[in-house]
Antibody
Framework: EVRLVESGGGVVRTGESLRLSCGAF????????MSWVRQAPGRGLEWVSG????????SYADSVKGRFIISRDNAKNSLYLQMSSLRAEDTALYYC???????????WGQGTMVTVSS | QSALTQPASVSGSPGQSITISCTGS?????????VSWYQQLPDKAPKLIIY???HRPSGISNRFSGSKSGSTASLTISGLQAEDEADYYC??????????FGGGTRLTVL
């Protein structure tokens, strides 16, 4: 079964850091690009960051550029999102997702909640 | 980075067809055939229902179809069913290896 499992969410204060992880199961992880997508409570989806299969191509939404770092470890079938200088507006459910064709995301995890409080 | 534009809500009766539009720009929808559509049920992760403008993943009903004209993409759901009631999001690849979503459309089946 193709599956993604996120972890690492929690409650942090403004300005603090957090590292999210996403484990991949049931497919060839290094054969796919991956993305992080977030959804603030009661709001829509926002694409956050993407990484290609070998980590050589990385991109970020303007809202997180300079504060978030995406990375992957293909040997561990894992995707990461290092988040720093967190703000209240970063509060959201963070999903990792598998990319099958130019931001066509066919497999999603259950999400991990990040709450940033002052 | 502005989001793609979708209507906030649409509605239809069972058996009818509805169409949801998704308007972008020459930097995303208008530049690439890389538009996707997602269905999100309450408290669930999004589900891919259309990719590359008009392709359906395996297992997705042929009642869902996609199209594009210029910088506007569209999702059509035919033979509307109660189970189709959900939030629908479009997304597109954007110049600079970026992704962008629409604001989402709430579909109500009357």
């Amino acid at each position: 079964e193709v599956r993604l499992v996120e972890s690492g969410g929690g409650v942090v204060r403004t300005g603090e850091s957090l590292r999210l992880s996403c484990g991949a199961f049931g497919f060839t992880f290094d054969g796919h690009g991956m993305s992080w997508v977030r959804q603030a409570p009661g709001r829509g989806l926002e694409w956050v960051s993407g990484i290609n299969w070998n980590g050589a191509s990385i991109s970020y939404a303007d809202s997180v550029k300079g504060r978030f770092i995406i990375s992957r470890d293909n040997a561990k079938n894992s995707l990461y999102l290092q988040m720093s200088s967190l703000r209240a507006e970063d509060t959201a459910l963070y999903y990792c997702a598998r990319d099958v064709s130019y931001i066509a995301l066919d497999t999603w995890g259950q999400g991990t909640m990040v709450t940033v409080s002052s | 980075q502005s989001a793609l534009t979708q209507p906030a809500s649409v509605s239809g009766s069972p058996g009818q067809s509805i169409t949801i539009s998704c308007t972008g720009s020459s930097s995303d929808v208008g530049a690439y055939n890389s538009v996707s559509w997602y269905q999100q049920l309450p408290d669930k992760a999004p589900k891919l229902i259309i990719y590359d403008v008009n392709h359906r993943p395996s297992g997705i009903s042929n009642r869902f179809s996609g199209s594009k004209s210029g910088s506007t993409a569209s999702l059509t759901i035919s033979g509307l069913q109660a189970e189709d009631e959900a939030d629908y999001y479009c997304s597109s690849y954007r110049i600079g290896n970026l992704g962008v979503f629409g604001g989402g459309t709430r579909l109500t089946v009357l």
